[in-house]
């Protein structure tokens, strides 16, 4: 490709006369922003300042601190950020992922009786299990799921040990211990973990604080003899060969903070704009005088306190201006609404879900907002089950069949197909539901869905909402009672907007 030579204007002969290196370097820089393709690529002064981090997947671990620390910090003190981590949470955990077993019959070669047994088996199992799972013996497995996918977006990974308890009243003796990010490190590789040729993690060291302050290190394998897990690292990879991961909120830490500090300001201006409330000129300057402050600080100036509903007296000749800069002013909302939703972009929430403001939308407007929000929440949810839920729901049937709970055959052989489920979350509820169901009706009409995927939309089991018809049904049978249920093969009535029904 030919580009046409650059010539050196005035300024440039000059500059060359007075420091030819310098010139050489000036015109260097030029011929390089000409030849560019991409104007992101350019060096002028205007992107001078552009500051490039460095060209390594996982960050240092002295930026990776203070980023964990930044972000803790904006959860303990900042409302808007605490909304959005329990906005999160709550929407891709909430009550806690439960698994639906999805064992195939056909695939063991056994008989669908069979299958549905073992399926029943599975999920009383591993609901037994739910409720001590903490190796604290203070959790049950919803709270540690929301507690970890806290940690997730706090600190960017969290970190599981399956462990074994030794509790002789636990039927199931594997149990969970979550710790904090910052005890994965070691004094060798401050990372905390070491590799093995392809990349893999080979051991993870975790920090151990005794009682008297000594500071220990324990190497743990990543898999044992047979590929169970020893320990869970779970955090989302952005980029390839990524080490640890990194709070949520990174991108917008500084628009949280500068967002707090301006409401803060605006905050303290209006307090002490309440607070000027009277002031009387005495023409006495003892009387004046009296009562006013005479404390002083240590570099010698006045102190005067201000509280709202003061009377203040002047002395004589002596006047008081107020600045009135008239804030808020009607910039006020639109600016907030703008930091709001260039936060909400980052992370993946609409405005309205991240303010929880749904005054100015519609049915259709908020139904968009929630549905956004809701791709982003299963996305999370999908993978937080297949990351962290489904390792210990694998572990647990394991040990289940070795204890002769799980009646299964060839566990090992068909693990696979064994521990195969499908994760189910709370529900998300509806903006209307005459028309949110009316929608579902249709779509398992038309073969769009499947009163499964309905159901657990609505975070229910569609087999127990069967089991559940069944028995209301015999129920009512019992009683003579009629249930009038919405059918495809009864004859619906319509109105035909004239006060009169036709069938």
Known sequence: MHHKPIEPNFLDRVISIISPKLGNERMAQKYLSATMQYKGA???????????????????????????????????????????????????????????????????????????????QAEDIWSGWCVRP???????????????????????????????????????????????????????DITGISFGKRGQPLTYSIRNVDEKGQTT??????????????????????R???????PYFAPVLTYFKHLADYLEAEVVNMRVAACLAVFITKQDPISGALGQSTSTNASGQRIQNIQPGMVGYLNSGEDINVVDPKRPGDSFSP??????????????????LLAKDFSKTNYSSARASLLEGRRMFMTWRSWFAKRFCQP?????????????????????????????????????GWVDP??????????????????????????????????????????????????????????????????TKKE
């Open 42 to 120: 350019q060096a002028n002064r205007i992107l001078n300042n552009w500051v490039l981090g460095l060209e390594t997947a996982t960050p240092d671990p002295w930026e990776l601190e203070t980023l964990r620390n930044r972000s803790r910090d904006l959860n303990r003190n900042d409302p808007v950020a605490s909304g959005a981590t329990d906005t999160m949470s709550l929407n891709i955990v909430g009550q806690g992922l439960h698994p639906q077993s999805r064992i195939r019959a056909k695939r063991l070669g056994i008989s669908e009786d069979e299958g549905k047994q073992l399926q029943r």
């Open 434 to 499: 005459v028309k949110e169901v009316d929608s579902s009706r249709k779509a398992i009409d038309y073969g769009l869905s499947t009163l499964a995927e309905e159901a657990a939309g609505q975070g229910r089991d569609w087999e127990e909402i069967l089991e559940q018809q069944q028995k209301e049904n015999a129920k009512a049978d019992e009683l003579g009672i009629e249930i009038i249920r919405s059918s495809n093969n009864q004859t619906k009535e319509e109105d035909d907007g004239e006060g």
């Open 335 to 352: 600016f907030i609404e703008g930091i709001l939703r260039m936060i909400g972009m980052s992370l993946g929430l609409p405005y309205e």
């Open 392 to 428: 210990f729901y694998e572990l647990v049937l394991e040990e289940a069949y070795l204890r002769d709970m799980f009646e299964c055959k060839n566990f090992y052989e068909f693990k696979t197909e064994l521990t195969r489920a499908a994760w189910i979350g709370g529900a998300w």
């Open 240 to 246: 390839p060969g990524q080490q640890r991961g990194v």
């Open 134 to 188: 903490d190796n604290a013996n203070k959790l049950d497995f919803d709270e540690i799921q929301l507690l970890a996918i806290r940690k997730i977006i706090e600190d960017g990974e969290t970190i599981a040990i399956p462990t074994m308890a030794t509790d002789p009243w636990r039927t199931i003796k594997r149990t969970c211990e979550l710790l904090e990010a910052e005890r994965l490190t070691s004094d060798e």
């Open 217 to 238: 290190y324990r190497k743990i394998p990543a898999l044992d003899k047979k590929g169970r897990p020893k320990i869970l690292h779970v955090f989302p990879t952005n």
